[in-house]
């Protein structure tokens, strides 16, 4: 892999600031329990009870104004495809995927496990065995020895601003807990989060409550329809309001499915690294402004090499939609399949050029 020179990073104002959030995020948004208060100390599940932890765009056409929500029957009906996921480590949440015991949830919850526990709405408490996960997307898979669950029904239609939005799930540990808010925007990335993790890019914000181990749980519709499994949260103490994220139902159906066929999920690979441009690096390389993603390596033989780029290049749009920062480009990569051949605009000195990149599917070394 060809790389730039190491080079001192320091974020602009308001992105940095976002970024401290969003480090607060990686740690925060795991499956987990604890007191009140207190927060877990490491980006995995945190310790088990009894320790302490703690661009809008509507894809829909238009549609007439929604009648007032039963909340007490979306929660009657789904809770039961609702499930507590127990570890070593902590606890976080799952949803029934499918009656014979298959349950979804998140990759960092069960992260280091190959048993858990997994408790049911009726008190039920069986072995469960980790089937499949998939980092980059944060989703896994677990076998509960139980059959003739209810299987949640997923709606993998993108809902719309507005929307109710019900969140079930075991927030701190307190079992078949939910709350309710809104579907606050779409296509959500958490600015600073590509250093140190894939997944928190094309979500869909809420302002209804999430907290730690509310992580694999349901975001749910005003038809008892999954829309988004529970994913992360920035905390208050990082200046946000009710800012809760979850992975679209649409991903979550597509991997869960993917990892039932072979145990894998097809990622797609442009084979270089992004970074953002701080004016103290624009300045190291000359660069005239720090607009767009700098590419800081590029993988030898890969698909960026091989379409001409090179370290130093500077990504300003891919397929027309332009890049700001690293995890524009993440986004934009998670809706694309691998065999797809991609426009990318670039700059390299003084020239914009473009480049025709054909994406593979990302290697297991890769992450």
């Known amino acids: 892999m060809e790389s730039l020179p190491a080079a001192p990073r320091r974020r602009r104002g308001r992105v940095r600031a976002l970024a401290a959030g969003a480090a607060v995020v990686i740690l925060m948004a795991t499956g ?3 007191n009140p208060g207190t927060a877990p100390t490491s980006p995995g599940a945190s310790p088990p009870p009894g320790q302490n932890t703690q661009n809008n765009q509507n894809t829909q056409a238009p549609q007439p104004p929604q009648a007032a929500a039963d909340i007490p029957a979306i929660i009657e009906n789904v809770q039961p495809s609702v499930v507590t996921v127990f570890t070593q480590d902590g606890v976080g949440s799952g949803v029934v995927y499918a009656a014979d015991g298959l349950i979804l949830t998140n990759e960092h919850v069960v992260r280091g496990n190959s048993d858990v526990e997994v408790a049911f709405a009726d008190g039920q408490r069986v072995a469960g065995t980790v089937r499949a996960t998939d980092p980059i997307s944060d989703l896994a898979l677990v076998e509960a020895q139980r059959t003739g669950l209810p299987a949640a029904k997923f709606q993998t239609d993108l809902p719309r601003i507005g929307e109710l939005a019900v969140v079930i799930g075991s927030p701190l540990g307190f079992e078949n807990t939910a709350t309710s808010g809104i579907i606050s925007g779409l296509h959500r990335q958490i600015p600073g989060s590509a250093a140190s993790s894939q997944s928190l890019v094309d979500l869909i914000q809420t302002d209804a409550a999430i907290s730690p181990g509310n992580s694999g749980g349901a975001v749910v519709n005003s038809r008892s329809e999954v829309i988004g499994i529970s ?7 990082s200046g946000a309001v009710a800012l809760g994220f979850a992975i679209p139902a ?32 624009a300045e190291q390389l000359g660069l005239p402004n720090t607009d767009g993603v700098l590419a800081i390596s590029v993988v030898r033989g890969g698909p960026a090499a091989d379409a001409g780029l090179r370290p130093g290049d500077v990504l300003l749009a891919l397929e027309g939609d332009k890049l700001d920062a690293p995890e524009d480009l993440l ?7 691998p065999g797809q051949t991609v426009t990318l605009e670039y700059r390299r000195g003084a020239d914009t050029q473009e480049a025709k990149v054909v994406l593979e599917a990302r290697p297991a070394t890769e992450g």
């Open 32 to 34: 987990c329990t604890g």
């Open 231 to 237: 994913e992360a949260y920035i905390p208050p103490q």
């Open 331 to 337: 986004a934009a990569l998670r809706n694309k399949t």
């Open 250 to 281: 649409a991903t979550a159906v597509r991997v869960a499915e993917q990892l039932l066929e072979d145990g894998t999920a097809d990622h797609s690979f442009i084979g270089l690294s992004p970074a953002e441009i701080t004016p103290q690096i």
